[in-house]
């Protein structure tokens, strides 16, 4: 990496901009455009979300102040709040989003051998919820939520191997989370991890059909019959029960009239019983909970998200604004993630992220930001090592 070029521009040498333009092109959205295109609108956007500013009006600020350095930094020109603003409410969300979608096609692979705790599985495994995001329905008329206020949803789909997000649909806060198993698309021998919210028979026996596998916690009020039970159990694992049933309700066995699985497990942690309801009778029982345990990594990605990248606090009212806000966002964690794995930084990307928005103006190779802690404790452990010899 060249050292004479700030961070910043160093961060954008590993965005793949004819892929972005592919984008732009696909939706015309340089289209009548003048001052301020779409890679333009899109570098200023990430450079918002990289230094965690909270508003349009701090960006436009920030890079305005900078001004003389824009053009080092792969910034073309800095333009006031509303261009920017009229240009998040006009520019279709979509050339953003297919941007994401050609980044999650980019790092997933990268990321597929990182194991996941305390589970020997070789399937594909993903973790499905959504985050409520709390809006001023003066401001958000389009976004109803509960109890007449705005709110959106963002709908995730996060693979466990390496918490790379794979799926992302915004929708309004009353949209229920059940509702997405029809938008997607289940992958062979992949297992889903869900919790209570998406017991959906229909759905889930769609799911069953296309020959993949949901773990999902069962309702209290779930009416079934026993048609085998596995004795073979060791309590001292935290295994209550492991049971093949069959839906006893009358429309429930119609929805879905095969059998399926039903495994307790008493978490001594919080003293209760926990009961997973799942179509997967080829891992053990054992293995049933721990997969239920890992989708835990989806709440706190949500949490790592709302924390460090600018998502709470949206750029726009629209819901134009407000999806390529997201997009972008998205984008910028999965820049992020591939950053991270390309320069073998033994970091987070919780700390990748915190390094990288208080150097954006530095000048050192972002190779050398990223990797020196590793280099020192290396040296650390080689002196340890001469002092523990003499």
Same mark, same amino acid.
């Given at each position: 990496?060249?050292?004479?070029?700030?961070? +910043?521009?160093?961060?954008?040498?590993?965005?793949?901009?004819?892929?972005?333009?592919? @984008?732009?092109?696909?939706?015309?959205?340089?289209?009548?455009?003048?001052?301020?295109? @779409?890679?333009?609108?899109?570098?200023?956007?990430? +450079?918002?979300?990289?230094?965690?500013?909270?508003?349009?009006?701090?960006?436009?600020?920030?890079?305005?102040? =900078?001004?003389?350095? %824009?053009?080092? %930094?792969?910034?073309?020109?800095?333009?006031?709040?509303?261009?920017?603003? /009229?240009?998040?409410?006009?520019?279709?969300?979509?050339?953003?989003?297919?941007?994401?979608?050609?980044?999650?096609?980019?790092?997933?692979? *990268?990321?597929?051998? @990182?194991?996941?705790?305390?589970?020997?599985?070789?399937?594909?495994?993903?973790?499905?919820?959504?985050?409520?995001?709390?809006?001023?329905?003066? %401001? +958000?008329?389009?976004?109803?939520?509960?109890?007449?206020?705005?709110?959106?949803?963002? =709908?995730?789909?996060?693979?466990?191997?390496?918490?790379?997000?794979?799926?992302?649909?915004?929708?309004?806060?009353?949209? =229920?989370?059940?509702?997405?198993?029809?938008?997607?698309?289940?992958?062979?021998?992949?297992?889903? %991890?869900?919790?209570?919210?998406?017991?959906?028979?229909?759905?889930?026996?769609?799911?069953?059909?296309?020959?993949?596998? +949901?773990?999902? /916690?069962?309702?209290?009020?779930?009416?079934?019959?026993?048609?085998?039970?596995? @004795?073979?159990?060791?309590?001292?694992?935290?295994?209550?029960?492991?049971?093949?049933?069959? *839906?006893?309700?009358?429309?429930?066995?119609?929805?879905?009239?095969?059998? *399926? /699985?039903?495994?307790?497990?008493?978490?001594?942690?919080?003293?209760?019983?926990?009961?997973?309801?799942?179509?997967?009778?080829?891992?053990?029982?054992?293995?049933?909970?721990?997969?239920?345990?890992?989708?835990?990594?989806?709440?706190?990605?949500?949490?790592?998200?709302?924390?460090?990248?600018?998502?709470?606090?949206?750029?726009?009212?629209?819901?134009?604004?407000?999806?390529? =806000?997201?997009?972008?966002?998205?984008?910028?964690?999965?820049?992020?993630?591939?950053?991270?794995?390309?320069?073998?930084?033994?970091?987070?990307?919780?700390?990748?992220?915190?390094? *990288?928005?208080?150097?954006?103006?530095?000048?050192?190779?972002?190779?050398?930001?990223?990797?020196?802690?590793?280099?020192?404790?290396?040296?650390?452990?080689?002196?340890?090592?001469?002092?523990?010899?003499?």
């Amino acid at each position: 990496m060249n050292s004479g070029k700030y961070v +910043f521009a160093q961060l954008l040498l590993f965005v793949n901009k004819y892929e972005f333009d592919k @984008c732009v092109n696909r939706y015309k959205g340089d289209y009548w455009t003048r001052d301020l295109n @779409c890679w333009n609108q899109f570098t200023q956007l990430f +450079f918002g979300q990289i230094t965690s500013l909270n508003s349009l009006r701090d960006i436009c600020l920030c890079l305005k102040a =900078h001004r003389n350095k %824009l053009y080092h %930094l792969g910034i073309k020109q800095n333009v006031n709040q509303s261009t920017l603003s /009229r240009a998040n409410e006009k520019r279709d969300w979509r050339i953003f989003a297919d941007f994401g979608e050609h980044l999650i096609k980019q790092v997933r692979p *990268l990321y597929a051998s @990182c194991p996941i705790p305390n589970v020997d599985i070789d399937s594909d495994v993903f973790a499905l919820d959504s985050t409520t995001i709390s809006l001023s329905i003066k %401001l +958000f008329s389009w976004a109803e939520g509960k109890y007449s206020r705005g709110a959106i949803k963002v =709908h995730t789909l996060l693979d466990l191997r390496g918490s790379i997000p794979t799926f992302i649909f915004i929708t309004d806060g009353k949209y =229920h989370d059940s509702n997405i198993l029809d938008v997607i698309i289940p992958l062979p021998d992949a297992i889903y %991890l869900m919790d209570k919210a998406y017991i959906d028979f229909a759905s889930l026996y769609g799911i069953n059909k296309a020959c993949a596998f +949901f773990v999902t /916690r069962a309702k209290v009020s779930i009416d079934y019959s026993v048609i085998e039970l596995n @004795c073979n159990i060791d309590e001292s694992t935290g295994l209550r029960s492991d049971k093949t049933i069959k *839906l006893a309700g009358y429309k429930s066995k119609l929805l879905y009239p095969e059998t *399926l /699985r039903l495994v307790e497990y008493y978490d001594d942690e919080k003293d209760i019983v926990l009961v997973f309801l799942t179509n997967n009778f080829e891992v053990s029982a054992l293995e049933i909970a721990h997969l239920y345990r890992n989708r835990w990594q989806i709440e706190v990605f949500f949490k790592w998200i709302k924390q460090n990248l600018t998502i709470k606090k949206l750029w726009g009212h629209t819901e134009n604004a407000v999806n390529i =806000h997201v997009w972008v966002a998205i984008c910028t964690y999965l820049i992020v993630a591939y950053i991270k794995y390309t320069l073998k930084s033994n970091l987070s990307i919780y700390e990748t992220m915190q390094i *990288l928005g208080i150097s954006a103006f530095d000048k050192t190779p972002v190779k050398e930001l990223l990797t020196e802690t590793k280099v020192n404790q290396n040296i650390k452990e080689q002196n340890d090592l001469f002092n523990n010899q003499f």
